[in-house]
């Protein structure tokens, strides 16, 4: 079954302490991208990946971190975790550049920050 | 820069009534469209996208939206909605051809069905 996978699901952490949440796509596709969703300001885009070892940042990169070794992973880090973090994370992937196709979203990993 | 516009924050219908959820965008070309849905506790789904052509499209779920270029709008609709339908829906719009695939979501509409 074709699928993004995010882990964890839920994940309460306490300020500074280091956080990794994984995403992992199974579709073959070159771009991933992660995004936050708060009330009332919709999803914003964190960080983007068009293929292996190329990424770039979007609209609120501040305090993420992430890397693109394989194809088929791109893990969010939160070098230290503050709560302004505190919001509902979603990794989604594509076919990739230059190809304006379906994205294909992770089931979301809610993180609160203490 | 594209940009778009959900301007309903919440919408509130009848089950078995009719749904009409605005999008408009601002882009400097005809962008690629898409409308999205997103369940309580759940990722978002694709319910629909344009590209080119007929510009009526038919998406899952009953759904259908129409593109109109002069009013710069893609709004979403369905002609009766059921109980099942109560979720946040997301328009979207990327960028035609070449470069970079980067879509911009609007803020979200929250449909409300009452019985």
């Known amino acids: 079954e074709a699928q993004v996978t995010q882990n964890p699901r839920y994940l309460i952490t306490v300020t500074g302490k280091k956080l990794t949440v994984t995403c992992s796509q199974n579709m073959n596709h070159e771009y991933m991208s992660w995004y936050r969703q708060d009330p009332g300001l919709g999803l914003r885009q964190i960080y983007y990946?068009?293929?292996?070892?190329?990424?770039d940042k979007g609209d609120v990169p501040e305090g993420y971190k992430v890397s693109r070794k394989e194809k088929r992973n791109f893990p969010l880090i939160l070098e230290s975790p503050s709560p302004n973090q505190t919001s509902l994370y979603f990794c989604a992937s594509s076919l990739g550049q230059g190809v304006a196709g379906e994205l294909f979203f992770g089931e979301g990993s809610r993180l609160t920050v203490l | 820069a594209q940009s778009v516009t959900q301007p309903d924050i919440h919408i509130t219908v009848s089950e078995g009534a009719s749904l009409e959820l605005r999008c408009n965008y601002s882009?400097?070309?005809?962008?690629?469209l898409f409308w999205y849905v997103q369940s309580p506790g759940q990722g978002l789904q694709l319910l629909l996208k344009y590209f080119s052509g007929d510009t009526l499209v038919q998406g899952i779920k009953g759904f259908e939206a129409e593109f109109k270029r002069s009013q710069s709008s893609f709004n979403l609709r369905k002609p009766s909605v059921h109980w099942s339908d109560a979720a946040e829906y997301f328009c979207?719009?990327?960028?035609?051809?070449?470069?970079?695939?980067?879509?911009?979501f609007g803020r979200g509409t929250s449909l409300i069905v009452h019985p």
């Open positions: 979207a719009v990327g960028p035609p051809s070449g470069g970079s695939y980067i879509p911009t």
């Open positions: 990946s068009m293929n292996v070892e190329v990424t």
């Open positions: 882009y400097g070309a005809t962008p690629y």
